[in-house]
């Protein structure tokens, strides 16, 4: 079943700290892994994404980690800001194919 | 780059009616879009794949009656909202893709749709 599993449901860090959000996906055949990241009444944008043949990819604040063995993959927000507050959506796809498989996102509050 | 718009942003219509929401790829050509429903605090769900110059293909579940998608052109995708009821009050969403093989979807800013 190609499912993503998605933790935590909601968030909240204090400005400056470290966001952390997990997934785990069960198909092996997934080889494309983004984060979209939504505010509230707008539609999702992609913020980063990794391919499994590199276990981190750092962008500005962002950071994916990847564990192929584990099937997990992990979004890492540095130094968070208030700005950073939305909702976080974890997906996975398959090679020759569109579409995306969602996990069911984190909402996270950066507190000031 | 990579922009998709959507057209209305918000719409309200009486049950009953039909609705079209726009979908626009401005700056590169669509090969695929795809057409998403969104409830509050929850996960996109995927309604319809389309192809341009070919039928959508819908997910199970999906009225493809009730919900008309035309893919007309590499940049245009509409979907349709027929004989609307208020449990079709949702936040939709669009999203295109520039090739059939292509992992990265570029989203539209959605449209809410009520219906009374």
């Known amino acids: 079943q190609q499912q993503v599993k998605q933790s935590p449901q909601s968030l909240i860090v204090q400005k400056g700290g470290i966001s952390i959000i997990n997934c785990a996906y069960e198909?092996?055949?997934?080889?494309?892994f983004p984060w979209y990241q939504q505010f509230p009444g707008k539609g999702p944008a992609l913020l980063i994404a990794?391919?499994?043949?590199?276990s981190e990819k750092k962008e500005g604040r962002f950071t994916i980690s990847f564990n192929k063995s584990a099937k997990q993959f992990s979004l890492h927000i540095m130094d968070s800001q208030p700005g950073d507050s939305a909702t976080y959506f974890c997906a996975a796809s398959i090679e020759g194919y569109s579409t995306l498989t969602f996990g069911k996102g984190t909402m996270l509050l950066v507190s000031p | 780059g990579a922009v998709v718009s959507q057209h209305p942003s918000w719409v309200i219509c009486k049950s009953g009616t039909s609705v079209k929401i726009e979908c626009r790829s401005l700056?590169?050509?669509?090969?695929?879009m795809f057409w998403y429903r969104q409830f509050p605090k929850q996960s996109l769900m995927l309604m319809a794949t389309?192809?341009?110059?070919?039928?959508?293909?819908?997910e199970q579940g999906v009225e493809k009656d009730k919900f008309l998608i035309n893919h007309a052109s590499l940049t245009l995708s509409t979907l349709t909202v027929t004989s609307a009821h208020p449990e079709d009050s949702s936040f939709y969403i669009c999203?295109?893709?520039?090739?059939?093989?292509?992992?990265?979807?570029?989203f539209g800013p959605g449209t809410r749709l009520t219906v009374t």
């Open positions: 700056d590169f050509q669509a090969t695929t």
């Open positions: 198909n092996t055949a997934f080889d494309y």
């Open positions: 389309s192809n341009e110059g070919s039928k959508a293909t819908y």
């Open positions: 990794i391919r499994p043949d590199v």
């Open positions: 999203s295109a893709s520039p090739g059939l093989a292509s992992y990265e979807q570029y």
